[in-house]
């Protein structure tokens, strides 16, 4: 198995920073030329029928044809070598990946929106239409009456309160208008994610980024000094880096740059420059200092590739951050992305470590081979209000945490295959609620990196050879809670990683009997359940539970002036003894 690092490290000051400022503003340009005929080329492909194979054998000759073409024209162009002419290649790829990728998560936030929409204004609709019926039966009945000679009766009770007030119908019928409006706009951007989502597709790239393409646009035509002040940043971020890819059959990993092992001073850089900048074939910089986190891997490395036959591709990508300061190091950093081959994991497992990632801190449970808890342990990840390097540092210490654990343990790791991208896409729905429980829940989602710790737990246990794996989270809090925790004196959030461990392991998952609470249902299966699944009976131990919470909040006694929700005692931070089976 294979696993790809990136490590960086910045640079020291000196006369090379104009060289790589040059270099970084050509590889902007050509980049920016690469991605316009690429696109031309695609258009002029794509437009050529594919009905049989041997026309689709055409397109794919024709297209193979304008590759070689464009590449040579590139080349010659600007001035640049057949491997740096790839970096720009490979780097285009990947923002149209990325692009992708982004447009595909675009469109199910849309979906999300529209989805709303739809139902908002079929709220305001039903309103209407209730408003007009009802203002229609009452003109019918005053017309009746009239015809009688009888003075015009009163509204019903339906009738009145289906009725709207001029000004507050009015106002539905302007929400209703724009909401349409804004529906349609919504339609028309997901037709637009879609197609750029698209595999296969080019999708558009603002180069220098949107949030600086929108800034230009709100300054005022006059504001000479505000408009060369964004000039002088969008030029910086068109041409703040460039990519040089290697391979494992050249020298020192690559052939347009080197990192090498220098006496006097360390390590030191040499460069190829292209021939477009005209400063010379080759650049040299030294008295680098490689970082304190995976420093030891790039020595490895370099050691590695002074051997031939036992070389490994090394890919270099340059970075300028403009707002960096510093008395002796650059505004240009390095990162270098090497592929790490992992040892295998052990197959004969006889321990399994639950892991339940919440917002502020990490449940674990280790079973053994019996499927009994032994131990539990709590991780505090503290991610609100950090910033996100400081949220990369606390994420990487709790994954060392973890694996060290599972190492001393010998037990493999067990975690849930959770797809926070939904819940985070409410986050507009939670907000709009206006409520004290909706801003809460929206900031511990926003702070709730769950992606990022599952992955940094995954990628450090890969490098240590410790087995992961990944079960289905239905029920799993349930479970747990039902079944171990007041048996085990374990919180809810261990008792859910029991759950998990377990489930990984194979072991039942039948309900236990807890005299103590009513909700949970008896443990025998009835004969016509025989057949069922047996997250059939959690599924209506938990509606049965949310309908219980429901009551209760309906029927309890409101707070104290001077006290909310959340300081009613006993109702945070532990279990209820009752619920528990206790």
């Known amino acids: 198995m294979i696993q790809t690092r990136t490590f960086q490290f910045r640079l020291p000051k000196g006369a090379h920073e104009e060289i790589l400022a040059r270099w970084g503003d050509l590889a902007g340009r050509a980049r920016r030329e690469l991605h316009v005929r690429r696109v031309a080329i695609e258009r002029e492909v794509m437009a050529l029928p594919a009905r049989t194979e041997a026309e689709t054998a055409a397109r794919e000759e024709l297209r193979r044809e304008h590759e070689n073409a464009l590449k040579s024209a590139m080349i010659r162009d600007f001035g ?148 060369a002040a964004w000039r002088r940043r969008w030029e910086a971020a068109r041409s703040a880096g460039f990519l040089l ?17 220098d006496p006097d001073a360390g390590h030191r850089l040499w460069l190829r420059l292209p021939d477009g900048l005209g400063a010379g074939r080759e650049m040299e910089i030294r008295g680098l200092q490689l970082p304190g986190f995976g420093g030891d891997v790039l020595q490895a490395a370099v050691a590695r590739n002074e051997t ?20 002796s190091l650059s505004t240009w950093r390095v990162c270098v992305t090497i592929r790490e081959e992992l040892p295998e994991a052990p197959t004969a497992i006889g321990r399994w470590l639950g892991v339940d990632v919440n917002a502020d801190h990490l449940a674990l449970a280790l079973i053994d081979s019996f499927g009994n808890p032994t131990e539990s342990f709590r991780i505090e990840l503290p991610l609100r ?40 896409r409410e986050l507009g729905q939670a907000r709009a609620r206006r409520t004290a429980k909706g801003r809460a829940h929206a900031r511990m989602l926003s702070a709730f990196a769950y992606g990022a710790v599952r992955e940094g737990i995954a990628r450090r246990a890969g490098r240590l ?118």
């Open 80 to 227: 640049l070598t057949g491997r740096q002419f790839n970096g720009l290649a490979v780097d285009l790829t990947g923002l149209w990946s990325s692009r992708r990728e982004c447009a595909a998560a675009e469109a199910e936030t849309l979906k999300a929106k529209i989805k709303g929409k739809e139902t908002a204004l079929a709220e305001i609709g039903r309103k209407l239409d209730k408003d007009r019926k009802a203002r229609e039966t009452q003109a019918a009945r005053a017309a009746a009456a009239q015809a009688k000679g009888k003075p015009a009766p009163l509204p019903t009770a339906s009738g009145a309160k289906a009725m709207l007030r001029p000004e507050r119908r009015a106002a539905l019928r302007f929400a209703l208008h724009q909401g349409w409006r804004k529906l349609a706009i919504l339609h028309h951007r997901l037709g637009q994610a879609e197609a750029d989502a698209a595999p296969g597709a080019l999708p558009a790239i603002v180069f220098g980024g949107r949030g600086l393409l929108r800034e230009r646009s709100r300054l005022h035509p006059n504001d000479q000094q505000g408009i």
């Open 245 to 261: 890819v290697g391979g494992s059959d050249e020298a020192a990993g690559n052939k347009s740059c080197k990192l090498v092992s």
């Open 308 to 327: 031939p036959g036992e070389r490994i591709a090394l890919a270099f990508r340059f970075l300028r951050d403009p707002d960096f300061r510093h008395d």
């Open 385 to 424: 209000g950090r910033s996100a390097g400081h949220r990369a540092a606390l994420i990487g210490d709790a994954a060392a945490k973890v694996t060290a654990l599972a190492r001393k343990h010998e037990a493999a790791i067990v975690l849930e295959h959770l797809d926070f991208a939904k819940k985070k």
């Open 465 to 582: 050879g410790i087995a992961v794996r990944s079960v289905n989270p239905a029920y799993t809090s349930l479970i747990g809670e039902t079944n171990y925790a007041a048996r085990y004196g374990l919180t809810r959030h261990q008792a859910a990683a029991v759950a998990i461990a377990r489930r990984s392991a194979g072991f039942s998952e039948r309900m236990h009997r807890n005299p103590g609470d009513r909700s949970v249902l008896d443990a025998r299966n009835a004969p016509v359940e025989a057949r069922r699944h047996m997250w059939t009976r959690w599924a209506i131990l938990q509606r049965v539970r949310i309908a219980s919470a429901v009551l209760a909040r309906r029927t309890r006694p409101a707070d104290p002036p001077g006290r909310g929700a959340g300081s009613r005692p006993g109702r945070v931070g532990r279990a209820c003894p009752a619920r528990l089976g206790g």
